[in-house]
């Protein structure tokens, strides 16, 4: 038991001080669960084939489908037709649909998709997009636990229950496991509560201001700059002559002149590139595709003997706002670009992207760019061809924020990935199949229909979250078994003995939404359902009230930017401070707390 309360301990200091990545923690702490004997070895890699993981993947995969045929497209044009412009119904438009998807897609993955659509009709309304994104990222933890396929801690839920059943004291009756709607009516009260707390309180809780950053369009890229950054300019093209110094130096050393304007393009002979490396080396002869002001680069091009065009003549291709232009991307948390600095990335020689500024809260980085090491959530403004900006998107390490021209996908495949996705939920509901066969039913249905290929399969899956649910899943497992679970129900009631089942209900549900705000909802879900089944079976409680309104309030992450992936992902977008968080958050919090009490205990009494 010390063992276990050891590992806990070290898990949540683990994954609130981030020293340690936190698949790496989670790893670490079962393979320690191995060899110290806590469960039985054959059973310590369990959790990886466990039905919540393989419904996880399968979930992510269906997902990405959905969103390859173009279902998210036609979200966009929807929430149009029925906004017509206006701000409040565009803000309860937007949050009903995410509500809605909330219940079949992962919320770090649908918050992915909605950023872009929900910037897209920022930028065609005027709508202030500081006043769309935290009600929408706040919608989707609402809506999540609606039904049992896209919450993460509701899909573990079943596999602690079975473990808990495993270890359950003589004579005392089995929890029952939880159905794919067993959890609807608290959902469906959560979502709407979400939906109507902000379309009565939007105006006072959020933000009144224009966020300039966020009215962005493919053609609009020199005012752009100007507004948002403070590079003024335009773009021109300089030829280099003969006796130009510039010749023989690579862009790298070009850029470090005094006065060098941002090199976005090169042309040497017939080869003609987007963001040239900074080894590249000019030649006579060579185009520069070039933006600053236009006495300063007219200064540049003289003392670097140079001809310089205003008309791109040359690289006009490259430069087509059809082709090219700027945009911002946001770094998610399970970023493989998160701690490595700008420099490290090579973006430029790997993708063909320009990195033109960092943005990170109120702080905007422009010079020395290529030393600033990488957060979640900061903002990049970026300079590339569309499709480059696509194709690292696609790995998932950037979100794209702006509304980009996109090559349309696989349109003709919407009835297949629809089918094969209802098909899935058809057999989870109405059959006694487990919920990861019936899940990747529709996945692999998708994948032989051509909604996606396996390559894109692989991708859309985000393992970080795969190891950490299949990690920390034996650490619930060993609570159980050693008893560690029953010693702090002990505990517990040690002190709240003679407390009501509603004190003892929202003690777990508060302590299980502070754990949240500062670790993964897995892992809080993981150390407190056993505690809440014990808790339960000694007072002769409901285990499944109890189990449940803890995996509910493992969702109620809003008080902190950091308390779950969804929310950091729109802070940079947003602008949000952590004030805003606060503003909004403290008293949703509450809200959802009274619900999930009231509904579930209506659902058991």
Not at 27 to 49: E, K, Q
Not at 171 to 177: E, F, L, M, S
Not at 403 to 410: G, H, K, L, N, T
Request: proline share 5%; net charge neutral; charged share 15%.
């Amino acid at each position: 038991m010390i063992l276990v309360l050891g590992l806990v301990c070290f898990t949540m200091l683990m994954l609130v001080l981030e020293w340690i990545r936190a698949d790496m923690v989670a790893l670490l702490v079962v393979v320690v669960i191995g060899l110290t004997g806590l469960i039985p070895s054959d059973r310590v890699f369990n959790g990886f084939a466990g039905n919540a993981v393989i419904a996880i993947i399968a979930i992510m995969i269906m997902g990405a489908g959905l969103d390859r045929a173009g279902v998210l497209g036609l979200t966009a044009q929807f929430v149009m037709r029925m906004a017509r412009g206006k701000e409040s119904r565009l803000g309860v438009v937007i949050n009903a649909v995410t509500s809605l998807f909330s219940a079949v897609i992962p919320s770090q993955a649908l918050a992915a998709l909605m950023i872009p659509v929900t910037s897209r009709l920022s930028a065609r309304t005027g709508v202030p997009i500081s006043r769309l994104l935290l009600p929408m990222a706040f919608c989707i933890l609402t809506a999540t636990n609606t039904t049992l396929i896209a919450n993460s801690p509701l899909i573990v839920l079943n596999d602690l229950i079975a473990s808990a059943n495993a270890n359950l004291p003589p004579g005392a009756q089995t929890v029952p496991k939880f159905g794919l709607f067993s959890v609807t009516p608290v959902g469906l009260a959560l979502a709407v509560a979400g939906i109507v707390f902000f379309y009565l309180f939007t105006n006072k809780l959020l933000p009144d201001r224009e966020d300039e950053r966020q009215k962005v369009t493919p053609g609009r890229t020199e005012s752009y700059f100007a507004e948002t950054y403070g590079i003024v300019g335009e773009t021109a093209e300089l030829t280099v002559t003969a006796e130009s110094p510039l010749v023989g130096m690579s862009i790298g050393e070009v850029e470090q002149l005094h006065g060098a304007p941002l090199i976005l393009a090169i042309k040497s002979g017939n080869d003609s590139r987007m963001a040239p490396p900074a080894d590249q080396v000019i030649w006579v002869g060579s185009v520069l595709g070039v933006l600053g002001p236009r006495e300063e680069l007219n200064r540049f091009a003289n003392n670097q003997l140079c001809k310089v065009s205003p008309r791109m003549r040359q690289l006009g291709d490259l430069f087509n706002p059809s082709r090219a232009g700027i945009s911002e991307a946001v770094i998610p948390p399970n970023s493989r670009f998160l701690k490595q600095s700008v420099g490290d990335l090579r973006l430029r020689k790997r993708y063909g992207i320009s990195v033109l500024a960092v943005t990170r809260g109120d702080h905007v980085y422009r010079d020395d760019l290529r030393a600033v090491s990488l957060r979640t959530g900061d903002t990049l403004v970026l300079h590339s061809s569309w499709k480059a900006l696509q194709e690292v998107s696609e790995d998932k390490d950037l979100v794209v924020v702006t509304d980009i021209p996109r090559e349309e996908q696989r349109p003709n495949k919407i009835w297949q990935a629809v089918g094969f996705f209802l098909l899935a939920k058809c057999l989870a509901l109405f059959t006694n199949l487990d919920l990861s066969v019936a899940m990747m039913t529709g996945a692999i249905g998708m994948l032989l229909s051509g909604v996606l290929n396996m390559d894109e399969a692989y991708k859309a899956v985000n393992w970080k979250t795969i190891f950490v649910t299949a990690c920390l899943i034996p650490l619930g497992w060993s609570m159980d078994t050693t008893g560690t679970a029953a010693w702090v129900a002990q505990e517990v009631l040690l002190h709240l003995g003679h407390a009501s089942p509603w004190i003892l209900q929202a003690s777990l549900a508060i302590l299980t939404l502070l754990f949240s705000q500062v670790m993964s909802n897995v892992g809080a879900t993981v150390m407190m359902v056993p505690v809440a089944i014990s808790v339960a079976v000694a007072t002769g409680g409901n285990p499944s009230a109890y189990a449940l309104i803890v995996a509910v309030s493992s969702s109620n992450t809003f008080l902190l930017s950091s308390g779950h992936p969804a929310l950091m992902m729109v802070t940079g977008p947003g602008d949000y401070s952590g004030r805003d968080f606060l503003r909004a958050g403290a008293p949703l919090t509450l809200i959802v707390l009274i619900i999930t009490l009231v509904v579930i205990n209506l659902m058991f009494r």
